[in-house]
């Protein structure tokens, strides 16, 4: 899995194609590599702390340059050029997308070779309509699974916000792209997870987040959600 996250190139300029140059040399890195793989582009954009967000902290519009409008524009993009093929086929798809074609084929990366993962908050933060996760949606076209990001923080998860997330693309796989307890020991959440592995069919991804030793999200010092993740998550790996 692999997560894309611009800082110093606006949605904007990604789906006018100055980005071309970073998707051609993953797309040869992705050719090379011959397994399957997960791309996150722009992972939690409605978070005010990605510099591809539509708005800042206090809620103010970032501008044209950085509006859900683009962004969904330079999504489309990056699932055109990464799912690959001829040029004069991912031309036809840009051009009904008006968006500037390229001058190069691409080697093909079908799913499920190759899945693109969409993946929000389940809230915006800040917590507008236009900073809701719908708002940044390219489509269905364009998306392979739809992914959340969940965590225990302070003594609570937004499960009414996954699970929004989960019914409003019925289509669509799901995953949970991270996910993990915030310097917390909550073997509670780590059940309810399992709770939400079980009952959801379409779950494909459950992925604990950054396991580093002594980081927030350690498992190690945290031994009775350990025990409830080997226990109840490790099998469903199996």
């Known amino acids: 899995m692999v997560a894309l996250v611009p800082s110093t190139i606006s949605p904007l300029a990604i789906a006018r194609g100055r980005g071309d140059g970073y998707l051609f040399a993953l797309s040869d890195a992705i050719t090379r590599w011959g397994g399957s ?7 939690e954009m409605n978070g005010h702390w990605n510099a591809y967000c539509a708005y800042t902290k206090g809620g103010r519009s970032k501008g044209g340059a950085y509006s859900t409008a683009s962004f969904r524009k330079a999504f489309a993009r990056i699932f055109v050029l990464l799912h690959g093929g001829p040029a004069a086929t991912m031309n036809a798809e840009l051009a009904r997308l008006k ?8 080697a093909a990366h079908p799913s499920p070779q190759l899945k693109l993962m969409w993946n929000p908050q389940g809230y915006g933060s800040p917590d507008l309509p236009g900073n809701s996760a719908a708002a940044y949606y390219p ?3 364009y998306v392979d699974i739809v992914a959340n990001d969940l965590y225990y923080i302070r003594g609570k998860a937004e499960w009414v916000a996954a699970e929004r997330l989960y019914r409003a693309h019925p289509g669509k796989p799901y995953a949970f792209a991270e996910w993990g307890l915030w310097g917390l020991d909550a073997p509670s959440f780590v059940e309810q997870m399992a709770r939400f592995a079980r009952t959801h069919a379409r779950l494909e991804v459950l992925s604990y987040f950054h396991g580093t030793r002594g980081s927030p999200w350690d498992l190690t010092n945290k031994p009775r959600s350990r025990a409830a993740y080997r226990r109840l998550i490790t099998p469903l790996g199996r």
């Not at 793989?37 to 992972?43: A, G, V």
Request: charged share 20%; no cysteine; aromatic share 6%.
């Open 37 to 43: 793989i997960y791309i996150r582009p722009m992972p």
């Open 99 to 106: 968006l500037p074609p390229v001058a190069r084929d691409l």
């Open 139 to 141: 489509g269905d076209s």
